[in-house]
Nanobody, 121 residues
């Protein structure tokens, strides 16, 4: 499974970088993604990256503020979050999709335990 880290408390307008470490067999899959879940809300897609092509996509709510990257030498995916807002407060999870079909259908697995991000206004 994946292991997220880097969460914390930050003021609105600040930045955080989350990390997601994964075993090599997961990093050799098709795609990885970040999701988040705020209290009382459903889990929300944040963004994803096709590992072999470094093609990324983001939800409209984070586009222009968040950036996904990977370090293949460390089998780690990152989520750089800038210009944070109070509505970004959530538990952030990373997950992986083994195949293109699974990624296209948003069928992700290998969920981590999540890391809490709290943005104070």
């Amino acid at each position: 499974h994946t292991v997220e880290s880097g969460g914390g408390l930050v003021q609105a307008g600040g930045s955080l970088r989350l990390s997601c470490a994964a075993p090599e067999r997961i990093f050799n899959g098709y795609a990885m993604a970040w999701f988040r879940q705020a209290p009382g809300k459903e889990r929300e897609f944040v963004g994803s990256i096709i590992l072999s092509r470094a093609i990324v996509q983001y939800s409209d709510s984070v586009k222009g503020r968040f950036t996904i990257s990977v370090d293949n030498s460390k089998n780690t995916m990152y989520l750089q979050m800038n210009a944070l807002k109070s509505e970004d407060t959530a538990v952030y999870y990373c997950a992986a999709a083994d195949t293109m079909n699974r990624a296209t259908m948003m069928i992700y697995g290998y969920w981590g335990q999540g890391t809490q991000v709290t943005v104070s206004s």
